[in-house]
């Protein structure tokens, strides 16, 4: 009802300029102009850093360990005497890269698997998300440490092994907002025509699901994020000497009473971004009339 | 004259726009209600009479304000009070009652602890008088043996009960003024006649005054004293019952009146063109100029002021009532062509029955039938081409479920469907061809439902076409423009979504949609019950012309019986989801007929204070169809004993050609019923 006037004139709108409001509207409140600048210096620094990055990551200096911060070295140097700087402007990289990748796939087999569950229901689904309720109680980084140790820790192992594993919560999610949908006449009209089951979702369900799905991958993603990085911790993501915020975490910590240095820019680096990519899923959610705070996280 | 109780003086009611213009949803309302009277309060949706009434309990609506004048309660403003005093007058001196009481009840407290919980917070009664109070309230409501029902949860109650038990409620801290906001909306035509007069006795018992909210001019007329028309946040006629019911001197009440259909006449209504401005896109004059048939050029320059006629303690907005006048009496019927049936059968439901009950695995794999007693059962209907078939019953009467198994979206447990007379059609749509699902069509009840928020009316369109006759391109959107064109919208709603519809227009895309396949047979679910009256007529009409046009058949399915009678050619009366009686609708709405229809024709009711409703039967709900003997005995007016209760009744044929199936022999219940 509100500006009347408006929506009956209004245009309908190509999906490019329909995203470009999206954003607009995200960026208009305080929080998420804030995530979204975080994010955006996120990305082009861990496309950017390779350029302009002072020193060589991996050079080995023993005669400057554990330097505090100077003007040569802005951010110290570690246990090893190499340029923290240098090490963090890098360490998102490999992060980013594997979590964007593994989300898409989370995204994916999660939100497919889920609107089919909700559309068929019956028998197929009870199985299926009894399936996915049983991963769900697995503790994924042991699944995951299972998985890397028989594997190997290559980003073809650990991109789809990440996807898998957070792709379970999209399912459910995907799973309850198709139901919110089916029962609506529109789709039993459509069964009603003799539409296909692939074109009933592709047609009439994903335009109006995609919203939630979308969001609850954005949120997937900070969360896969912060797991990759564990694993790094753990010492089975990133292997050394490629710079990673989870492996130098683990490996500045017990330095971590007299050269802080090394271990408070990685957490820095990885905080900012999870608490960046948290803010923009946020105002992405809002923009599109989505309301996180009144359903609990799965 | 008695002494007002409210007084609205000039009050205006507005948001705020995004760009920060002020947009009117009430505009200078001036009334007052008086001690002791019923007024009704009467517009389509969007008119602004929910707000009036809201406002006349103090409650503004989160985003709304004052933008001015004041509403007095015994010359107490209630506008300016703080939620304190608010407080010491709803409920205790104003009371109202929910549209849908079945979501106002809370679901896990008892109707007992509901009540008293109300007569805590609005009384100064002990806990024993309070307990006797409960007792006293329900039996106030008629709700048979209250000692029980108030041990009840409100799941457990019928929607009339669940409403009674509202009503109850609202009376507990003896309120001087009843809001009551589309009380019988919801409810089952028997059910809604039997509420309102509760309504009408607890009226003249208590002496309380009462607002009540309509959309339905029916209900208006049987329990109001005085009518307030609004239009577009405006009172554009006020007066008198029957005065306005009448009489109605002002455009607008004359085409609403018109457009209702009715039991008294044959054929369509007539029906507006157009519809209700939005708020904020009334123009300078009149604020019905676009729709009135009535109207010259001052209309459109100058706002008509609301003039009062003493003759007829009438107020009007018009510039041109007094020419009104005595065009009111004129009565032009449109007859619409009731076509001799021809006998080309395109439709056979022969036995059909159908269960909503599950079979378990084991009862699957020893073949064993659990349900005995299907939902639906015994139902024999042929349809023929070109006909209007209604089928007409109230909730849970098994119409829509039929509708759905000759779509094929629900299995018949036995019997068959043939289509064309030598198609059978499967009970499992992924096994119907192409062609038998393009030939049948379905519309829906509610168009904001069926049809996608995230499509265009152009894609909404395109599914059929692209789907059955595999258009591309041009040829795909000049068929989309020529199907809008027969629903008489133009071509630039193809790239509109339906959120930038009326609810008329949406209800005439879903139409397009049906057509779009160029189906033999549409099946229409309760198409018209979303739909404000004056639209409804329009979207009957269109519904019949393109029939002359391209000679569809329908199957309509509604609850409405004046609907039914003013666009069907035959009706079939359910009860149970079995037969009661079939027959050409002249016949039907004509004695002798089943005691079923006669109930429900009885219930109808009409916007003329005049015509009562007469009540014949209890408007208990039953859950469950009686497992042997006839499906109407459990609330039968005319029951003759235990044959009625185990023997299923015979078919009869009346004089008329209409098929009843009563035990009561048909020469007796001609009788019995003039």
């Given amino acids: ?74 951010f110290g140097t570690d246990s090893l005497g190499r340029d923290v700087f240098t090490r963090t402007i890098l360490g998102g990289r490999t992060a980013l890269t594997i979590t964007f990748f593994g989300s898409i796939i989370a995204l994916l087999w999660g939100g497919l698997l889920g609107i089919f569950c909700g559309l068929v229901g019956g028998r197929i689904d009870d199985i299926v998300m009894r399936i996915v309720d049983a991963f769900l109680s697995i503790p994924w980084i042991l699944a995951m440490l299972l998985i890397v140790s028989i594997l190997g820790t290559t980003t073809e192992v650990l991109i789809p092994a990440l996807g898998f594993f957070y792709g379970k919560g999209i399912v459910r999610v995907a799973r309850a907002a198709t139901h919110d949908v089916i029962a609506k006449d529109f789709i039993v009209s459509a069964k009603a025509r003799g539409h296909s089951n692939l074109s009933i979702i592709w047609n009439e369900i994903l335009p109006n699901v995609r919203d939630a ?86 | 004259m008695k002494t007002n109780i409210q007084e609205i003086k000039d009050l205006s009611v507005g948001f705020k726009s995004q760009k920060g213009k002020q947009i009117s949803i009430l505009r200078n309302i001036t009334t007052n209600i008086r001690k002791g009277e019923t007024v009704g309060i009467v517009g389509e949706s969007g008119s602004g009479k929910s707000t009036l009434a809201l406002a006349m309990m103090g409650y503004i609506k989160h985003g709304l304000f004052t933008t001015g004048g004041e509403c007095l309660f015994k010359s107490q403003n209630l506008l300016s009070l703080n939620n304190k005093e608010l407080e010491h007058i709803r409920g205790r001196k104003i009371a109202m009652i929910p549209q849908n009481a079945g979501q106002a009840l809370t679901p896990n407290l008892k109707i007992g602890y509901q009540i008293e919980e109300a007569l805590r917070l609005h009384t100064d009664y002990s806990k024993t008088e309070r307990e006797q109070k409960i007792s006293e309230l329900l039996n106030q409501v008629r709700l048979p043996s209250p000692k029980i029902m108030a041990l009840r949860y409100p799941h457990e109650l019928s929607g009339g009960q669940q409403q009674r038990v509202a009503v109850a409620m609202a009376l507990a801290g003896k309120p001087e003024l009843l809001l009551l906001d589309e009380p019988t909306t919801g409810l089952d ?137 005595s065009k009111t009496s004129e009565q032009k019927i449109k007859n619409h062509s009731q076509k001799e049936i021809t006998i080309d059968e395109i439709l056979d439901l022969k036995d059909v029955s159908i269960s909503y009950a599950k079979q378990g695995i084991i009862d699957q794999f020893l ?23 209604a089928l007409v019953g109230e909730s849970g009467s098994g119409k829509s479920t039929i509708l759905k198994s000759i779509a094929g979206l629900l299995k018949t447990k036995d019997g068959y469907i043939k289509f064309d007379k030598e198609k059978l059609l499967s009970g499992d749509l992924k096994k119907r061809n192409s062609e038998d699902l393009r030939s049948i069509q379905l519309i829906f009840q509610n168009p904001d439902e069926s049809l996608n928020p995230n499509h265009t009316v152009e894609q909404i369109l ?19 423009a020529e199907l809008l064109e027969k629903v008489r919208l133009g071509a630039f709603y193809m790239s509109r979504y339906p959120r930038q519809l009326s609810g008329g227009e949406k209800q005439r895309i879903a139409v397009a949609r049906a057509f779009a396949a160029r189906p033999d047979i549409i099946l229409c679910d309760e198409v018209t019950s979303a739909l404000d009256v004056s639209v409804q007529a329009a979207v009957l009409d269109l519904l019949h012309k393109l029939k002359e ?32 009686e079939i027959g050409p609708s002249k016949d039907v709405y004509q004695f002798p007929s089943h005691p079923y229809t006669e109930v429900l024709i009885g219930a109808v009711l009409e916007p003329d204070p005049d015509i ?47 098929a009843i199936r009563c035990h009561i022999d048909i020469e007796d219940l001609k009788i019995q019923q003039s």
């Fill in chain 1, 1 to 74: 009802m509100e500006n009347s006037k408006n929506i009956f004139n209004e245009k309908p709108k190509g999906s490019l300029a329909k995203a470009l409001d999206v954003i607009s509207t995200m960026a208009s409140k305080p929080s998420g102009f804030i995530g979204l600048a975080i994010l955006v210096f996120h990305i082009t620094l861990a496309i950017t850093s390779p350029w302009f990055a002072p020193y060589d990551y991996k050079a080995i200096n023993p005669s400057l360990m554990l330097n505090a911060p100077s003007s040569e070295f802005w």
């Fill in chain 1, 213 to 298: 799905i979308l969001v609850e991958g954005a949120m997937r993603w900070s969360w896969m994020l912060l797991g990759f990085s564990s694993l790094s911790f753990l010492g089975f993501g990133v292997s050394p000497p490629t710079p990673d915020w989870g492996l130098m975490i683990s490996n500045a910590r017990g330095l971590m009473s007299f050269a802080w240095w090394a271990v408070i820019s990685p957490i820095v680096g990885l905080s900012s971004l999870i608490i960046g990519i948290n803010l923009t899923a946020d105002a992405f959610a809002k923009a599109l009339g989505i309301d996180r705070s009144t359903k609990a996280p799965v």
């Fill in chain 2, 189 to 325: 035509v028997t059910t809604q006649a039997h509420v309102l007069e509760l309504l009408k006795d607890i009226a003249k018992d208590t002496g309380t005054s009462m607002v009540y909210v309509s959309h339905d001019l029916g209900a208006i007329a049987q329990v109001c004293d005085r009518v307030i028309v609004m239009y577009a946040g405006e009172i554009v006629l006020e007066g008198p019952v029957r005065k306005i019911l009448k009489e109605p001197i002002h455009p607008y009440t004359y085409g609403l009146l018109k457009s209702i259909p009715k039991l008294s006449l044959t054929g369509l209504p007539d029906s507006m063109p157009g519809s209700q401005p939005q708020p904020g896109n009334i123009g300078n004059g009149c604020s019905f100029y676009d729709r009135c048939n009535f109207s010259n050029d001052e209309c459109k320059i100058n706002v008509p002021k609301l003039e009062y006629l003493s003759e007829m303690d009438t107020s009007v907005r018009c510039f041109n009532h007094s020419e009104l006048i």
């Fill in chain 2, 367 to 389: 073949n064993k039938v659990t349900d005995t007693n299907p939902t639906v059962k015994d139902i024999n209907i042929n349809i023929n081409k070109g006909e209007t078939i």
């Fill in chain 2, 462 to 480: 395109s599914q059929p076409l692209k789907l059955y006759f595999g258009l591309t391109g041009s040829k795909l959107k000049s068929s989309i």
């Fill in chain 2, 549 to 580: 046009e391209l000679g569809t058949t329908y199957v309509f399915v509604s609850h409405d019986l004046a609907v039914v009678k003013a666009i069907s050619d035959r009706v079939a009366v359910l009860y149970q989801g079995r037969l009661c």
């Fill in chain 2, 612 to 658: 009562k409703p007469k009540l014949v039967a209890e408007d208990i709900v039953e859950e469950k169809p009686p497992e042997k003997g006839c499906s109407f005995q459990g609330r039968c007016p005319r029951i003759i004993g235990d044959i009625c209760r185990n023997k299923t009744p015979p078919w009869q044929i009346g004089d008329n050609g209409n």
